[in-house]
């Protein structure tokens, strides 16, 4: 009874190969986000979609891109990963974007940039 | 923007024994704490959340306090047990989606 599903748990890459980062949910929320965590950090958040609407973060490099082709897949893909791009990645949802909505996370995608 | 921080960075207690975590924010706008607790090579999971509108709240052994006059909120887990061993995030929300987190406390309990 997963509720948010990311595939694959680990991505091995090879730097400057591009890497894609699938999520889905069963939840049927409006609001899917990508988040980055490294290790021993809290999440940063990089973008998220409302249903088709997509919003970057200020900060987020434009190697990272997202695609959410329907309401329950959500892609992130890495352009040029490099070394400082390892980390976990993690999906996330919630019903709404107001203020006060629980956002529900996926169990990640380790990265590994070789 | 939101600034929330998290104490103690790590945290050991026996078994049995109770802990607490405790967060303090910036934004008196904000108006929604939730807590996540997240295992080694695993997503966070909400594990309780509180609203501006109540002071406390409880969910068997853990619980959730806030005061926001003086804008802190604290988790407490009582009769703590190993599988309570995890890192700890705080977090909270103003009027926009934007989870402010701390830096997360980890949490060792020893049997």
């Known amino acids: 009874d997963a509720m948010v599903i990311q595939n694959p748990r680990y991505q091995v890459t090879q730097f400057g190969k591009p890497v894609t980062l699938s999520c889905s949910q069963t939840?049927?929320?409006?609001?899917m986000y990508w988040y980055q965590q490294k290790s021993s950090q809290a999440p940063k958040l990089l973008f998220h979609y409302y249903d088709k609407d997509f919003n970057n973060e200020a900060d987020t490099p434009d190697n990272f891109q997202s695609r959410r082709p329907n309401t329950s897949f959500c892609f992130l893909d890495i352009r040029s990963p490099g070394l400082g791009d390892a980390a976990m990645y993690l999906c996330?949802?919630?019903?709404?974007?107001?203020?006060?909505?629980?956002?529900?996370f996926g169990p990640g995608t380790r990265l590994l940039v070789l | 923007g939101e600034n929330v921080e998290q104490h103690p960075s790590t945290l050991s207690v026996q078994e049995g024994d109770s802990a607490v975590i405790k967060c303090t924010y910036s934004?008196?706008?904000?108006?929604?704490f939730p807590w996540y607790k997240q295992e080694l090579g695993k997503g966070p999971q909400l594990i309780i959340d509180i609203r501006s509108n109540v002071g406390e709240k409880k969910d068997q052994r853990i619980a959730v306090t806030l005061n926001k006059t003086a804008k802190h909120f604290s988790l407490h887990i009582t009769e703590t047990q190993p599988e309570d061993s995890a890192v700890y995030f705080c977090?909270?929300?103003?009027?926009?989606?934007?989870?402010?987190f701390g830096k997360g406390t980890k949490l060792s309990v020893i049997p």
């Open positions: 939840l049927n929320h409006n609001v």
């Open positions: 934004d008196s706008a904000s108006n929604y």
């Open positions: 977090a909270a929300v103003g009027g926009s989606y934007q989870l402010t």
């Open positions: 996330a949802t919630s019903r709404d974007l107001a203020g006060g909505e629980t956002q529900y």
